[in-house]
């Protein structure tokens, strides 16, 4: 029972103007995310149609490429200048753990990362029009004054009204937002909420005029689910792990070779589109984002062969690699997605009695949900694009959970190395 006169309980969330006024922002910015992803999108469509002729076996690229990457190397070199890009860009989860954008950069994002994508660079689309959607939903928080708590909710709901038309799912763009952001108390209500409305709004406004969807994009056979394949699972979450181990190693030495080169800006970039693009040319499948061209790889594998597959994985880490040591700009899930994709491909080619959803499936998940901090949109996201079955779900949450807990493991022995190591290195104090 409680006593006369005492303290009145606050109200909750939703019945305060303030939500109501964020939910507002959030139809905008679901219009804005829409408009830009559709012209984004339409852009580099347009621009990379170059690419199209080409032949997915050996050499089956056009030595003019080279000059068209080189070229784009230099331009995105130049604009970086021009825009005051820093060289050191926060990445795509970055910005959403800082729930953050800083809108002066935006521009150049932006205008290096189109440039980047028509090149034929080895990145993704969604860094770009993350950076829009973070950005205007930042700028309208200063505009009307907003405290940091609604402002960091803005820059989510500005994220998701970004992606709800690239990823054609509300569920995968909320999850993906709330898994790398992690609001807590009250803000989790204001957050999950305000990106409901956003990614809907960005979706209906996004398919009505586009048509297309990001979901069944991948045809997988369909298989029967078994109980060996849970264990099947963890195995497949290990060498996911090996994978991205592998491609950590190539982008650290990617980065400390650029870092150590003693040229302009210009000349770095204009050597890291020489590079894809002559690893383009030998193997075709390694250009751009990787989403369409993972389609020939699932589709074909028997005549692409597995030497040319195994090729192509490793290749396609090399060439994501240079182009983010380089000072190309762009997103690091749709690569992932490819290199998971294609690691997945090679396993039921090398062991045909592992079925190829099952394989495709598992890696096309675990590998960037080892990389991200976003492992359960990740199983989400390969559900959906497969369209496998209900059961068939559980060996893909096994090989991503085996997948990051092997990564988040190593991480955890390195720091402690390092630790150890600096301990050891530090003088004894005098007596």
Known sequence: MSLSG?????????????????MGYAVALGVFGAIAGLVFIGVIDFGGKWYNDSDPGWFGGQWWWVAVAAVAGAVVGLL?????????????FADLQTERVDRKIVPGIVAVSTVSLIGGASLGPEKALGSMGGGAGSWLAQRKSLGKEDSQVNTLAGFAGAYGGLFSSTVIVVLLILEAARPGGQRLTKALAAEIVASSVSFGIYFVIAGAVFLDSYQVPAYEFESWQLLAGVLLGLFAALVVTLLAGLMRAAARLFGRLKAPAIAKSTLGGLIFGIVGVALPLTMFSGSEQLKTVLKDPGTLGLGLIAAVLVAKMFTFAVSQASGFVGGPIFPSLFIGGTAGVLVHQVIPGVPMGLAFTCLLAAVPGALAPAPFSMVLMAAFLTQVGALQTAPILIAV?????????????????????????KPTAPA
């Open 6 to 22: 005492g303290p009145a309980e606050a109200p909750p969330v939703t019945q305060k103007r303030e939500f109501w006024a964020l």
């Open 80 to 92: 970086r200048r021009l825009t005051r890009l820093p060289h050191d860009v926060p990445g795509l």
């Open 401 to 425: 959970v085996t997948a990051f807990l092997t990564m988040e493991a190593v991480k955890y022995l390195l720091a402690r190395g390092k630790q150890t190591r600096t301990a050891t290195a």
